[in-house]
């Protein structure tokens, strides 16, 4: 595989990192990806929410969790309160209902920080990954295995694919700020 496709590719799994990270942001409306990433303490072991119930979004302002065994129910709901969202989760016989509130506009202006500060640590990671494959070529030309005019060719096309990507970055970050700002 080639220097740039090795970039690529690792470049691509920073974005899909940050499209995760984007998903378990607070918008004013439910999501259920809020909560698909808390780990509950069941059957004596931790396990992610999303291998045990099913998850969903009925209502703008609530999240529906069906476990598919009803005695995690209570288990789902203490994790989900102990964990650092700022929901409310409760159990109601076989299922648990999250009530999200709504964003006031502090909370909204908090939110679309962390979007930013995520994204700049993708463009970072990005960048980082620049750097690495363009050292990998220069040590590949410095043992004679690349010529000068490869290495240059693999530099620029390293940079546009680093600069791809951080537009992309930005695409994504100015999506989701409008989202979060949406009353």
Request: glycine residues 4%.
């Amino acid at each position: 595989m080639s220097l740039a496709k090795e970039a690529k590719k690792e470049m691509a799994t920073t974005l899909d990192h940050l499209k995760e990270d984007l998903k378990n942001l607070r918008t004013g409306r439910a999501n259920p990806g809020l909560v698909s990433g808390v780990t509950v303490e069941v059957y004596g072991t931790s396990m992610r929410l999303t291998d045990m119930a099913n998850i969903t979004a009925p209502e703008a302002q609530q999240i529906l969790i069906t476990p598919y065994d009803a005695q995690s129910a209570g288990a789902i709901a203490k994790a989900i309160d102990a964990s650092n969202l700022g929901l409310r989760a409760s159990a109601e016989g076989s299922i648990v209902r999250v009530r999200v509130p709504t964003m006031d506009e502090a909370m909204r202006k908090e939110m679309t920080k962390q979007c930013r500060r995520k994204a700049e640590d993708s463009k970072i990671s990005i960048r980082n990954s620049r750097r690495k494959y363009n050292d990998r070529g220069r040590e590949m030309k410095a043992a004679g295995d690349l010529p000068e005019d490869q290495l240059h060719r693999l530099e620029k096309e390293i940079q546009t694919l680093t600069d791809d990507f951080c537009k992309e970055i930005d695409t994504l970050c100015t999506a989701k700020e409008k989202e979060i700002m949406a009353v």
